[in-house]
Nanobody, 122 residues
Framework: QVQLVESGGGLVQAGGSLRLSCAASGRTFSNYVMAWFRQAPGKEREIVARIIGSGGYIDYADFVKGRFTISRDNAENTAYLQMNSLKPEDTAVYFC???????????????WGQGTQVTVSS
């Protein structure tokens, strides 16, 4: 069992930055693929970025490439999402997720955080 708790969301102006954190319980954090998803009102949950257990493979959705950075600290059982050059269309609830497979679908992830709201004003 893995429990995930996100933090770091908030209100920011367009062009600003936020850093999201995802603290995980358990001693097998490094065995899990970690991903960040987001869900805007009326829209489906979509993947933002994912990182394998060793950190040796990372990929991003096209709409965040060059602006967001995913990372993890296995010693601290924490994953991060650094978000720069934020746009109003980035406004959403952001979720971290943990899973055993490298998947772009939410169905591929076994554990989820409660979500943190990110609001970008124009």
């Amino acid at each position: 069992q893995v429990q995930l708790v996100e933090s770091g969301g908030g209100l920011v102006q367009a062009g600003g930055s936020l850093r999201l954190s995802c603290a995980a319980s358990g001693r097998t954090f490094s065995n899990y693929v970690m991903a960040w998803f987001r869900q805007a009102p009326g829209k489906e949950r979509e993947i933002v970025a994912r990182i394998i257990g060793s950190g040796g493979y990372i990929d991003y959705a096209d709409f965040v490439k060059g602006r967001f950075t995913i990372s993890r600290d296995n010693a601290e059982n924490t994953a991060y999402l650094q978000m720069n050059s934020l746009k109003p269309e980035d406004t959403a609830v952001y979720f971290c997720a943990a899973g055993r497979i490298l998947d772009v679908s939410p169905l591929g992830y076994d554990y989820w955080g409660q979500g943190t709201q990110v609001t970008v004003s124009s």
